[in-house]
């Protein structure tokens, strides 16, 4: 099954919970349901893309910092859809980029990315964390409809850069909307199983990186009929195989069966 993931970058749960009025009425009305998940340490964002997409805890995968500037060591969702002759893109930052198609990240070359050959064969990546959340939703929804992928990542950068320069309690933060009503319902009728996820919370000290509950709580709203809605209590490290289910490709990777039907 197509399958879409929305990492919302610095998105802690209690925010979540409180602020997406939108997402709540879908699962109100049966159509999805949201879990806390508890992100791996450190609660820093390209270790925990890492652990996302691939499922190794940053401790194990070696992505421990920020600055860490290479390819992965592990295979990916893209490599195991690509393994499978599914087609993958992603509208992302550009550390996903250096994680799985090419490290360092050189702009003028990779920011537009057509390369069938590669783990993310269609991307848009941007570099400035005040790119607009807005923009990056029509970049992902363009290449959705020119290249129909089986996986597409879509990752904005407005609510982790919102908590980064007003904190946690804050309106900025607080208000700062992840535009989800405008695309969601195109994407369920359209077929697609879609999981909208953070990778890390934020917290008073304009910052994340450590053990407090607002840095590591973060929200799993799923949506789809590959769902099965019921209670669970799902991983971060099973958010790689569970999505390689969703896709029915081969793997070797945790999943988390109770989310699914």
Known sequence: MKTILVVLDGLSYVVAYDTMGYLHGECAAGRGRLYSLTCELPSLSRPLYECILTGVPPVQ???????????????????????????????????????????PFNAAEDRHTLAPALPIQYGHFYHADHYPDSHLFEDAESLRLRHQPDFLLIHPMNIDDAGHRHGLSTPQYRNADGLLSRWLPGWLAAGYQVIVNADHGMNDDRSHGGILPEERQVPLFVFGDAFSLAQARPQQTELCGTVCHLLGVDHDRPVCGDLLR
């Open 61 to 103: 995968s070696g992505v421990v910092h920020n600055e860490v500037i290479r390819l992965s060591h592990h295979r990916s969702i893209f490599h195991f859809a690509r393994a499978a002759g599914l087609t993958t893109a992603a509208a992302a930052y550009h550390w996903v980029s250096e994680l799985y198609n090419r490290a």
